[in-house]
């Protein structure tokens, strides 16, 4: 048990679909962030907040829109996704931002597959 | 244009020692993390190094020079448990993450 939790597990969606990832971290961080993980490549991050304000958005396509209400939850809304989509996303939060040696603590992800 | 890389797969037997591999060409350096990644779970911090040298921490022992831009994870006395992806990733000058691919390590009886 990682301390962050992700929902759901796995996710099955047509591309005209919208559907959204809930994550929830029990660790009273204060930086959260979303990552793609796709077979065989690194870890892209797509977004990052810190203090629920959003610092980080790495050209991520329109059809991702990232939501963080407070410090321990965030979300990720999907809508018309396509099948080169279909990846595991995972989330994670950290202490602070930046600094060198701040750990992330991960989710398990949500497996999700674009028909 | 920044790299990290590591074999994608490796395969040793339970009981032996086996050593990961890690290389990379960032834009500065600010430390360089390992995570042990079993499958469809969550990654999970094993190690974090930021000077030169050998860490060593129960049967795993990471170690960096950053001269020669390199780090390795090192297992020993590997247990079936060990099966899993491990994901090389360096802070860059920026504070960025940059990861590498991960490296599969199967571990047979």
């Known amino acids: 048990e990682t301390g962050v939790t992700q929902t759901p597990r796995h996710l099955v969606m047509g591309m005209t679909n919208k559907k959204s990832l809930k994550c929830e971290q029990h660790?009273?961080?204060?930086?959260m962030y979303w990552y793609k993980q796709s077979a065989k490549k690194p870890l892209e991050l797509m977004f990052v907040?810190?203090?629920?304000?959003?610092?980080e958005n790495n050209s991520v396509p329109s059809r991702f829109s990232p939501e963080c209400p407070n410090s321990s939850h965030l979300f990720l809304h999907l809508h018309t996704l396509q099948p080169e989509d279909s990846a595991l996303y995972l989330c994670?939060?950290?202490?602070?931002?930046?600094?060198?040696?701040?750990?992330?603590?991960f989710g398990s992800g949500t497996q999700l597959s674009v028909l | 244009g920044q790299n990290i890389d590591q074999p994608t797969e490796m395969t040793a037997t339970e009981g032996a020692i086996v050593q990961i591999n890690c290389t990379y060409q960032?834009?500065?350096?600010?430390?360089l993390f390992w995570y042990q990644q079993h499958a469809g779970e969550a990654p999970t911090f094993l190690s974090y190094?930021?000077l030169d040298g050998l860490e060593e921490k129960g049967r795993f022992s990471s170690f960096l020079s950053r001269s020669k831009g390199y780090s390795y994870l090192l297992l020993k006395e590997l247990q079936m448990k060990d099966s899993a992806s491990y994901l090389c990733?360096?802070?860059?000058?920026?504070?960025?993450?940059?990861w590498g691919a991960g490296t599969k390590l199967i571990i047979k009886p």
């Open positions: 994670a939060s950290s202490q602070d931002l930046g600094g060198g040696g701040e750990k992330l603590f």
């Open positions: 660790l009273g961080h204060n930086a």
């Open positions: 907040y810190n203090f629920k304000e959003q610092t």
């Open positions: 960032t834009s500065g350096f600010n430390g």
């Open positions: 190094n930021v």
């Open positions: 990733a360096v802070v860059d000058s920026n504070y960025q993450l940059i």
